[in-house]
């Protein structure tokens, strides 16, 4: 077994920011987990727990049903940071006062640091004056602090909050009202690493070698001999995933590559290119396009869609694999934490996983291997690097399983599909070779099923319509479309429609999401 990497527990209380706490922590080179509020003591009191975290949470702490931790985590020997209504818990149980506001406080505030205290070290010097710090810092709340719980004495404050930064030396317990870990508090990322350094006294552990070494060796260990499969989608995660095991076990890793007939122009190419020949990688290419568009046939309603190429993955996928010990999936840490309830342990189900027969039976006999999941798609996309994939994988656009099916609208064909790839290809050739590539979240074609009259030399045409659709985003939960210049919009719409026989109309997408959405079915 792996010996743990030291760490911080952040407790989260339903903040929006919660993951992003972890992230910071993690750029410090120290190892952070989120937890539920109702966490076990038992877990804190781990020897590797060096530090906790209480996250934000759009509750006052008064409300009904508020969530709470058990109080006993206030008498644990360890440092903690309550960042905001994790702060007014830390009040709250502690004989602080904590009032409600008549108004939310929102937006940049000036902290203006009273005391001298590690978590302040290392401040920027033009933010000086009179020999103590004022720092801009990110306001997101509705009650304050009133009254200073006991043993705790003031940090900082700002025009609308006296206690705005708290500390109590003796037990080193930290209260923040602001949000180091956003950008808009510029000195936020320092206080996080000050927290965890100084005060917590963690070193910086997490490195990308580390997790590799580690993670082969944990691989070897836990293999053996044995037989490892995985599908592999020429995605980011899937392609680390193989690389990391072929790395670690070889031979024993095979990798199975469904070419459904859904996939874009030159994908199993890149992918046979790439990752057989360059990274000599075990992958048997399984051609079921037949199959699926058999299927397909005729079906317009998305997620019929949708569930037909579920289905028929399945099949064509363990039919290929034949006999293995383990298969091995490319769950990242942020699936792990959606299944992990803020209401509670009794609630926490692993959602992440695939939920068809032949996945639940393997989770139940212990045959599932998940080594990236312990990481975010940042740390993944640097394991990948480190691991020699070349940026081609590591930034690709995120591509939906169902492929080209739902970027033809209605039902899909041979025909259909070739024109979508086509656009496709040329959507994404002229975005990249603007410079665009690594600007947008996604860049793609979507065929309509509307024809549009034309004019072609003398003649008149009758022919599709297609979309084309770029936005900007961070997590796909939202997202705003590319304002690319008239010039790239140009060169596309002028190649689309006199390189492919077929599309004489072409229409850039200008909807943000919500309400709509990134795809159209
Ligand atoms: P929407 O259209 O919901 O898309 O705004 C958000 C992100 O999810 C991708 N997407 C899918 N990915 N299977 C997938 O693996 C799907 O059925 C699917 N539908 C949408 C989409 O490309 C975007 O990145």
């Not at 060096?50 to 509750?59: D, E, W």
């Not at 818990?89 to 203006?112: P, T």
């Not at 939906?400 to 024109?419: K, M, N, Q, S, W």
Request: net charge negative.
């Amino acid at each position: 077994m792996r010996k743990p990497y030291e760490k911080i527990v952040i407790l989260d209380f339903g903040s929006q920011y919660t993951q992003l706490i972890a992230r910071r922590i993690r750029e410090q080179q120290v190892y952070s987990e989120i937890v539920p509020f109702s966490v076990d003591l038992k877990v804190l009191e781990e020897e590797e727990v060096r530090g906790i975290i209480l996250s934000g949470g759009p509750s006052s702490v008064y409300d009904q049903d508020s969530p709470h931790p058990d109080q006993a985590i206030f008498q644990l020997n360890k440092p903690i940071l309550g960042i905001c209504y994790g702060m007014q818990l830390m009040a709250f149980h502690q004989q602080g006062v904590v009032s409600a506001s008549q108004a939310r406080e929102y937006g940049h505030a000036e902290l203006e640091v009273v005391a001298d205290s590690p978590l302040f070290l290392d401040y920027p010097p033009e933010s000086c004056r009179d020999d103590r710090p004022i720092l801009t810092v990110w306001m997101s709340h509705g009650d304050r602090l009133t009254g200073l719980p006991k043993g705790f004495k003031p940090l900082g404050r700002t025009d609308n909050s006296e206690f705005a930064a708290i500390m109590n030396p003796e037990k080193q317990q930290y209260g923040l009202q602001f949000h180091p870990e956003v950008v808009h508090t510029p000195f936020g990322s320092k206080i996080l690493s000050n927290f965890v350094h100084r005060i917590c006294g963690c070193t910086s552990s997490w490195t990308t070698e580390a997790f590799i070494d580690d993670t082969i060796a944990q691989l070897r260990d836990l293999v053996g001999k044995r037989q490892v499969i995985c599908a592999l989608s020429g995605g980011v995660d899937s392609s680390v995933l193989a690389v990391l095991l072929n790395r670690a076990i070889g031979s024993k890793t095979r990798c199975v590559f469904v070419d459904n007939g859904l996939l874009r122009k030159d994908e199993r190419k890149n992918v046979e290119e790439i990752l057989v020949e360059r990274m000599g990688l075990n992958i048997q290419v399984v051609d079921a396009s037949e199959r699926f568009l058999t299927r397909l046939a005729g079906i317009s309603e998305p997620e019929h869609k949708r569930k037909i190429i579920g289905e028929e993955f399945i099949k064509v996928f363990f039919d290929a694999a034949g006999n293995f010990d383990f298969l091995a999936q490319g769950t990242l840490y942020p699936d792990v934490i959606e299944s992990v309830s803020t209401k509670g342990p009794s609630a926490t189900i692993k959602t992440h996983h695939n939920r068809v027969a032949q996945i639940l039976d393997l989770i139940q006999q212990g045959r599932i291997l998940e080594p990236l999941k312990e990481l975010f798609k940042d740390e993944v996309r640097q394991v990948g690097l480190a691991l020699g994939l070349p940026n081609e994988i590591i930034y690709r656009h995120p591509f939906p399983g169902p492929g080209l099916a739902i970027r033809v609208i209605g039902p899909v064909d041979e025909t259909r599909l070739a024109l979508v790839r086509e656009a496709d290809a040329i959507v994404r050739e002229e975005v990249a070779s603007a410079g665009w590539h690594n600007k947008v979240w996604q860049a793609f074609a979507i065929l309509l099923p509307v024809h549009s009259v034309g004019v072609m030399g003398d003649q008149r045409t009758y022919e599709n319509s297609c979309v084309v659709r770029v936005v900007q985003s961070q997590d796909a939960m939202t997202a705003d479309w590319a304002r690319l210049s008239p010039e790239i919009l140009a060169r596309i719409s002028h190649r689309i429609i006199n390189e492919i026989a077929g599309i004489n109309r072409v229409l850039y997408d200008i909807s943000s999401k919500p309400p709509a959405t990134i795809e159209w079915e």
